[in-house]
């Protein structure tokens, strides 16, 4: 039962374009929605996060949306640049819990 | 944040041995976290593991493959024992900001770089 789940198995864009990396997900019990990114040979990195409570959470080319309604968030990278080149990992984290549910992941490559 | 090492960080192993791989953080940390990441499929939690008791796994995993030790705040191990090439993934640990920090309002977790295990 897959209760993250990133649909693009991967995206391609052109540099300087926006990059829009989305997650769905279906238990309402999560309060807490993280993105995480991840180079071949390293562990994952945190990039930003956001509670539930918020639906937008900005720091710097980076943009999390959340649209609880729908059960959905998206990434947004404004502009796009070769080293986001990477798999960007949705994650989510139960009310009043430590555990994170981890999508399968999506593999973003920006085009010079 | 805090800076996880992790040993080894790969290996290759035989059916039906066991390897050990160590976690060491920079900072004290209440709980640890062990996850799995097998080829093509996304990072899965195996375990937490708090110093002073017994980790608790997560469905699926089991004490007697997975046995893990958390001798102190800074220090743990998983072992998988018994491999199976199905058992070739990477195996991460990971520790909680909110731990670090002593802020709850915060529940990041950050990453060692991962052991990639193979097994023949």
């Known amino acids: 039962d897959q209760q993250v789940k990133q649909n693009s198995p991967s995206l391609s864009v052109q540099e300087g374009r926006i990059s829009i990396l989305n997650c769905d997900y279906t238990n309402s019990m999560f309060d807490y929605f993280l993105w995480y990114k991840k180079y071949p040979a390293e562990g994952p990195t945190f990039l930003i996060s956001i509670s539930s409570i918020k639906d937008k959470n900005e720091d710097g080319r980076f943009t999390v949306f959340l649209n609880k309604s729908a059960k959905h968030l998206s990434l947004h990278i404004v502009p796009s640049q070769p080293g986001d080149s990477a798999v960007y990992f949705c994650a989510a984290r139960m009310e009043y819990g430590n555990k994170l549910v981890f999508g399968a992941g999506t593999i973003l490559r920006v085009k010079s | 944040s805090a800076v996880i090492s992790q040993k080894p960080s790969r290996d290759i192993c035989q059916r039906g041995t066991s390897l050990t791989i160590q976690c060491q953080v920079d900072?004290?940390?209440?709980?640890m976290f062990w996850y799995r990441q097998q080829p093509g499929q996304s990072l899965t939690l195996i375990a937490t593991?708090?110093?002073?008791?017994?980790?608790?796994?997560e469905s699926g995993f089991v004490i007697d493959k997975f046995p893990i030790s958390r001798p102190n705040l800074t220090f743990s191990t998983l072992t998988v024992s018994n491999m199976s090439p199905e058992d070739s993934s990477i195996y991460l640990c990971?520790?909680?900001?909110?731990?670090?920090?002593?802020?709850?309002?915060?529940?990041?977790?950050?990453f060692g770089p991962g052991t990639r295990l193979t097994v023949l």
């Open positions: 593991a708090n110093q002073g008791s017994e980790a608790t796994y």
């Open positions: 900072s004290q940390v209440t709980m």
């Open positions: 990971s520790v909680s900001l909110w731990d670090l920090t002593g802020t709850k309002s915060y529940n990041e977790q950050f």
